[in-house]
């Protein structure tokens, strides 16, 4: 694996990947979170920065060291992660969008923390959506394309799941009308039914293709995986010009 590890595939490549999980403050000292660890968008970056890429990568809520030679910028909220992917996209070749970005965000910050017997105490949290970056990015992509811009025009966009299966179907059909909802070239799944895969070294990922395509890559250390899904996602770019 070593010698392929660092063919130089990604060589001239621009790459952006989102990681970590977003937090929406509730008040000044607590906040909504989730528990992504950023270790398979870190993965992905030093996998990437090894096999030649530009890598930039937005951080969000993730204290490990940035990896060498990567680009970071560092985002708190789902709305900071959405303005820093939205710029950086304009000029990427791929997008990873590894991050768990927070579906719903409270509608209102106190501006004082709330106290308990205060005659503000929250009896609940009310929420509203946040904006599907993803989505987003998929639509100036498609926007890009009829106006035959070269960056969107050969732009891939990959997503990432992590499903369980339920009374209306199993992992990878939850997937795959994901990926077919979402409109991204590559969604990368975990099944985390069970809740297995949050914070550890070991994970394993099934890659699904817009072409219908589907790969269970062999589980394993992170960087692995990341080799894995590079492999998947290097097909899909255009001749370097
Ligand atoms: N995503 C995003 N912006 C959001 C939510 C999700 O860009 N506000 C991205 C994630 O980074 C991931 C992909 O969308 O790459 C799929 O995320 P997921 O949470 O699985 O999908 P959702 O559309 O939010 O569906 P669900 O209701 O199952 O959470
Ligand atoms: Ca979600």
């Given at each position: 694996r070593g010698a392929r590890a660092l063919a130089p595939d990604l060589a001239g490549r621009r790459v952006l990947i989102s990681a970590g999980g977003t937090r929406e403050p509730v008040d000044p000292v607590r906040f909504l979170g989730n528990r992504s660890s950023g270790r398979q968008g870190w993965a992905l970056a030093r996998v990437a920065a090894a096999r030649g890429a530009d890598v930039t990568l937005v951080a969000?809520?993730?204290?490990?060291?940035?990896?060498?030679?990567v680009r970071t910028l560092h985002v708190g909220t789902a709305e900071e992660l959405r303005t820093a992917v939205l710029t950086e996209a304009a000029t990427a070749d791929v997008v990873v969008m590894a991050a768990a970005v927070a579906d719903f965000r409270p509608a209102d910050v106190a501006a004082a923390k709330l106290k308990k017997g205060?005659?503000?105490?929250?009896?609940s949290i009310g929420l509203e959506r946040t904006t599907d970056v993803l989505a987003e990015i998929v639509a100036v992509r498609r926007a890009g394309r009829e106006q035959a811009d070269p960056v969107h025009t050969g732009q891939v966009l990959v997503g990432f799941a992590a499903e369980t299966g339920d009374a209306e179907g199993d992992v990878l059909t939850h997937a795959r009308a994901k990926l077919a909802r979402k409109g991204v070239d590559v969604l990368v799944v975990n099944d985390v039914s069970g809740g297995q895969?949050?914070?550890?070294g070991d994970t394993s990922v099934t890659v699904l293709d817009a072409e219908g395509g589907e790969a269970a890559l062999p589980p394993g250390r992170k960087d692995a995986v990341a080799a894995g899904i590079w492999d998947a996602v290097v097909p899909r770019l255009a001749a370097p010009s």
């Open positions: 969000a809520n993730v204290e490990d060291p940035v990896p060498f030679g205060s005659a503000g105490e929250p009896g895969v949050f914070g550890r």
